[in-house]
């Protein structure tokens, strides 16, 4: 078939000072792409197929990107650990996105109690606000919830404790630790940072729903077909 001759075409791209967007997806258990995007032009500056995400992956983009001359100045990241370190020189923006998604995991869509009630009303803030008002509403929050989140649970049997309050606490230090990242884009407004991921979200989704229409292709020629459309 033509699909599986196919060569992906690169284009070439001129080396100025870019803001990428850096991001994972995977299409079943089977394969799946790292992709860095630029978001000024529109196009992917890197794609890499991989059998699951690691840091490593995200440290060839970076040095495949850079080889061919273009500088990255700014880098948006959806939060997985460990990847802020191949980018720690340059400026780092957690997808505000991801960090909603990270406190829904954690305090489900409506929580029962009072603390993550409100933890949860804080975040949903975080578009709309800045770096100096989100961290005196978190602060105040842990100031007043902070007895609370001390809360212990002790195992009759086994003797063990726990906290009690295990996804509260840990929806809290989600934001905490990712608080030094979330307003980045609006420290450096000249590099035109987008705060979310959703430039490349948008583009997987579509990817994902042409794989879904070709269902009777083997794996090989949907990746060929997704190589392809990357490459773009």
């Known amino acids: 078939m033509k699909i599986a001759k196919a060569k992906t075409i690169k284009k070439k ?3 100025d000072g870019l803001v990428i967007v850096a991001d994972a997806t995977f299409f079943g258990r089977i394969y799946g792409f790292i992709v860095f995007r630029s978001l000024k032009l529109q196009k992917n500056l890197y794609f890499n197929w991989i059998p699951y995400e690691t840091i490593m992956d995200y440290r060839l983009g970076r040095s495949a990107v850079e080889a061919r001359g273009i500088i990255i100045s700014a880098v948006v990241l959806d939060g997985r650990p460990g990847v802020r370190s191949v980018f720690s020189d340059i400026p780092i923006q957690m997808c505000h996105f991801h960090q909603k998604q990270i406190i829904q995991r954690y305090l489900t869509l409506h929580p029962k109690l009072p603390a993550g009630i409100e933890l949860k009303e804080i975040a949903a803030t975080l578009c709309n606000t800045n770096e100096k008002e989100f961290s005196k509403e ?30 509260v606490r840990s929806a809290y230090r989600s934001l905490n630790i990712n608080l030094p990242y979330l307003f980045t884009y609006q420290k450096y407004p000249e590099l035109k940072i987008p705060n979310t991921t959703n430039s490349l979200d948008g583009s997987f ?14 794996p090989y020629l949907k990746r060929k077909i997704i190589e392809e459309i990357l490459g773009k």
Not at 140 to 165: A, G, Q, V
Not at 205 to 218: A, D, M, P, S, Y
């Open 138 to 167: 978190l602060n105040n929050w842990h100031n007043k919830w902070r007895d609370f989140l001390k809360e212990r649970t002790t195992n009759p049997i086994t003797k063990r404790w726990c906290y009690t309050h295990k996804r």
């Open 13 to 15: 791209i001129k080396p």
């Open 205 to 218: 989704n579509h990817l994902k729903e042409l794989v879904r229409v070709h269902r009777g292709f083997t």
